[in-house]
């Protein structure tokens, strides 16, 4: 009798504590709302052109900081070669867009080449991007296909840490030396610039460049609910394992380098969607925007607003941005230094972000003051 009424009270507790309160079912869910309703409500609305287009470019970085929550806030994965795949996307995207530039004034080249360009025909490589399917669909898949690569060789060798975001480095910095020394077919230091047209709509034309932002809020409002659905399921809490203790997961079974890799390359997939995106809403794509700063950038903003938290890393992505914005007018030469020093802070003093702060200054507030001493 003793032993049945135990078992029914531990049942009905343990029933009890994973009941879901319906202010946990639906915060969430509320969270997306009050987003969707800033994001396309209020913020077309109280911002002038000039700054909603400012605000589309940080949402970019703030898609890309997504990535980064998984593969680094989830995975462990320091991903200091993001910018490869932003540019990989915003290439692809920029390829197309001068293309059909180049179309609707009846030339088969683009401006650049005619004027940089030593030969009459369209590079092979080119080609395939005049097709709008195409060139999307390459925004996605080749960041996806080298991320893809790059961690098939690098996890099955077991490479992790420090070794692994030195070689994403200099992953960055070899296409952005590439890139700058194809002058005649990538633009060079310049890159692809002047884009005015975005699948027919004119971009010099504010309302759509209004569509333009819709598009992208849109773009990472579904990216982090994707994101957030890969969070709570299985594989997300077997790469935190992954990222806890490696060796226990490959003891379990479970292949550690190919946990990891699905977080890299899903990872490599947002930035290069956000690289395209990039494209329509400044109108420029260059070795600059890709390169070893940029891609450092990105983790600051992520590691700011807290990498492990999904708003954390979006709202420190667009607070970083907006802050370089800010600063580097005004310093244009010591930017990089306070960048440097946001990213020490973050990682050094908080390593949680800012979304960690609520956190610590209530631990702090709650921790038992020590008594003294009695005779």
Same mark, same amino acid.
């Given at each position: 009798?003793?032993?049945?009424?135990?078992?029914?009270?531990?049942?009905?507790?343990?029933?009890?504590?994973?009941?879901?309160?319906?202010?946990?079912?639906?915060?969430?869910?509320?969270?997306?709302?009050?987003?969707?309703?800033?994001?396309?409500?209020?913020?077309?609305?109280?911002?002038?052109?000039?700054?909603?287009?400012?605000?589309?470019?940080?949402?970019?970085?703030?898609?890309? @900081?997504?990535?980064?929550?998984?593969?680094?806030?989830?995975? #462990?994965?320091?991903?200091?070669?993001?910018?490869?795949?932003?540019?990989?996307? /915003?290439?692809?995207?920029?390829?197309?867009?001068?293309?059909?530039?180049?179309?609707?004034?009846?030339?088969?080249?683009?401006?650049?080449?005619?004027?940089?360009?030593?030969?009459?025909?369209?590079?092979?490589?080119?080609?395939?991007?005049?097709?709008?399917?195409?060139?999307?669909?390459?925004?996605?898949?080749?960041?996806?296909?080298?991320?893809?690569?790059?961690?098939?060789?690098?996890?099955?060798?077991?490479?992790?840490?420090?070794?692994?975001?030195?070689?994403?480095?200099?992953?960055?910095?070899?296409?952005?030396?590439?890139?700058?020394?194809? $002058?005649?077919?990538?633009? #060079?230091?310049?890159?692809?610039?002047?884009? $005015?047209?975005?699948?027919?709509?004119?971009?010099?034309?504010?309302?759509?460049?209004?569509?333009?932002?819709?598009?992208?809020?849109?773009?990472?409002?579904?990216?982090?609910?994707?994101?957030?659905?890969?969070?709570?399921?299985?594989?997300?809490?077997?790469?935190?394992?992954?990222?806890?203790?490696?060796?226990?997961?490959?003891?379990?079974?479970?292949?550690?380098?190919?946990?990891?890799?699905?977080?890299?390359?899903?990872? @490599? /997939?947002?930035?290069?969607?956000?690289?395209?995106?990039?494209?329509?809403?400044? /109108?420029?794509?260059?070795?600059?925007?890709?390169?070893?700063?940029?891609?450092?950038?990105?983790?600051?903003?992520?590691?700011?607003?807290?990498?492990?938290?999904?708003?954390?890393?979006?709202?420190?992505?667009?607070?970083?941005?907006?802050?370089?914005?800010?600063?580097?007018?005004?310093?244009?030469?010591?930017?990089?230094?306070?960048?440097?020093?946001?990213?020490?802070?973050?990682?050094?003093?908080?390593?949680?972000?800012?979304?960690?702060?609520?956190?610590?200054?209530?631990?702090?507030?709650?921790?038992?003051?020590?008594?003294?001493?009695?005779?």
């Amino acid at each position: 009798m003793t032993t049945t009424t135990t078992t029914t009270t531990t049942t009905a507790a343990a029933v009890t504590s994973s009941a879901v309160s319906p202010r946990e079912r639906f915060r969430v869910p509320g969270a997306f709302l009050l987003g969707a309703v800033v994001l396309l409500g209020v913020a077309p609305l109280a911002l002038s052109d000039f700054r909603l287009n400012l605000l589309a470019k940080y949402l970019c970085y703030a898609i890309v @900081a997504v990535g980064v929550s998984l593969a680094w806030g989830r995975g #462990g994965l320091l991903v200091l070669g993001q910018g490869v795949f932003f540019g990989l996307g /915003g290439y692809a995207m920029a390829m197309h867009l001068k293309l059909a530039d180049a179309a609707a004034t009846g030339q088969t080249l683009p401006d650049f080449m005619q004027l940089y360009g030593t030969s009459d025909a369209l590079p092979w490589w080119w080609k395939p991007f005049a097709d709008p399917a195409v060139a999307l669909a390459m925004t996605v898949l080749l960041p996806m296909a080298v991320a893809a690569l790059l961690g098939f060789l690098v996890f099955r060798r077991r490479v992790k840490g420090a070794y692994f975001a030195i070689l994403s480095q200099a992953l960055a910095a070899a296409l952005a030396i590439w890139l700058i020394g194809q $002058q005649a077919t990538t633009g #060079g230091t310049n890159g692809l610039t002047d884009i $005015q047209g975005f699948f027919g709509y004119d971009l010099n034309d504010p309302v759509n460049q209004r569509m333009v932002y819709f598009v992208i809020a849109a773009v990472l409002l579904l990216l982090m609910a994707a994101a957030r659905q890969l969070f709570v399921s299985r594989y997300g809490e077997l790469l935190i394992a992954v990222r806890d203790s490696e060796e226990r997961v490959r003891f379990l079974g479970y292949n550690p380098a190919n946990v990891k890799l699905v977080a890299y390359v899903v990872a @490599a /997939g947002m930035a290069g969607l956000a690289g395209a995106l990039f494209v329509p809403a400044v /109108g420029i794509i260059s070795p600059a925007l890709i390169g070893i700063v940029p891609s450092i950038g990105f983790v600051i903003g992520a590691a700011v607003g807290g990498r492990a938290s999904l708003l954390g890393a979006v709202l420190g992505a667009i607070a970083v941005a907006w802050t370089q914005s800010t600063l580097s007018d005004a310093f244009p030469a010591a930017w990089t230094y306070f960048q440097g020093l946001l990213f020490i802070v973050a990682v050094g003093f908080l390593p949680g972000g800012l979304a960690s702060l609520v956190t610590v200054l209530r631990k702090r507030r709650t921790r038992p003051t020590p008594t003294g001493e009695t005779a």
